[in-house]
């Protein structure tokens, strides 16, 4: 399973960035400890607990302290974002697609972490397999939000406006929230097959499972 180097120095907790066969697998065998968000590419946030684990909690970013408590993120495409505090035992786990990432989940994912008792200058985010920059071709309309809501984020589209680096986007709303310990897979979903990829098989069924958990 895959896993970021700067997540794995923690001692504390335990996460990874599963494949669409281990995520399969990973649904089976924890299914007590693992939770599933409602995933709705908005700006919704929970402090998460074990209580909540099959309620069909509908949110795009959690923030817990309990232990065993796996935080999931389901994606096909968009960009999970796992995150940690490297001293005290508060995590973070965001589903940022790019409506959500454009309405502030990013920022909203982070302040719950604080509310929790994290520091931004002890948090590591690991930024897991997403499309990459060559294969989001994109429309007009997807242009013009943008342009609409945050203009900056010209910088991370082609000069044609065709195609939208989305990880970048996210990361720079990491960076924005004072997060510098950033690592990124560079996986590309769309061109790794063993990762489920929306736009490559054009199917709404699996998703790929990035989880985070304390010890």
């Known amino acids: 399973m895959l896993t970021a ?13 599963c494949t669409a066969a281990e995520s399969e697998a990973l649904k089976k065998t924890h299914k007590k400890h693992l939770l599933l968000l409602k995933q709705a590419h908005d700006d919704g946030v929970i402090f998460a607990t074990s209580l909540d684990i099959g309620q069909d909690v509908e949110a ?3 923030a817990a302290i309990e232990p065993e408590l796996m935080l999931g993120i389901k994606t096909a495409d968009c960009v999970p974002v796992l995150l940690a505090d490297k001293e005290k035992q508060v995590i973070g786990a965001i589903h940022a697609g790019w409506k959500s990432a454009l ?4 920022k909203n994912g982070v302040d719950a972490m604080l509310h929790l008792g994290a520091a931004r200058e002890n948090i590591a985010a690991a930024v897991g397999p ?8 994109v429309g007009k309309d997807f242009y013009n939000a943008f342009m609409e809501h945050d203009p900056e984020a010209e910088v991370f589209f082609t000069t044609d406006k065709k195609y939208f680096n989305l990880p970048e ?4 709303k990491l960076f924005e929230e004072g997060i510098e310990d950033i690592f990124d ?14 736009r490559r098989d054009n199917k709404d069924e699996n998703r790929n499972i990035s989880w985070i958990k304390i010890k």
């Open 169 to 172: 986007y996210v990361k720079s």
């Open 130 to 137: 997403s499309i990459r920059f060559a294969d989001y071709e």
């Open 60 to 62: 795009d970013a959690m």
């Open 185 to 198: 897979t560079e996986i590309n979903t769309y061109k790794d097959t063993s990762f489920i990829s929306y």
């Open 5 to 17: 180097p700067n997540l794995e120095k923690i001692p504390f907790i335990e996460h990874g960035f």
């Open 103 to 106: 309405k502030g989940i990013v």
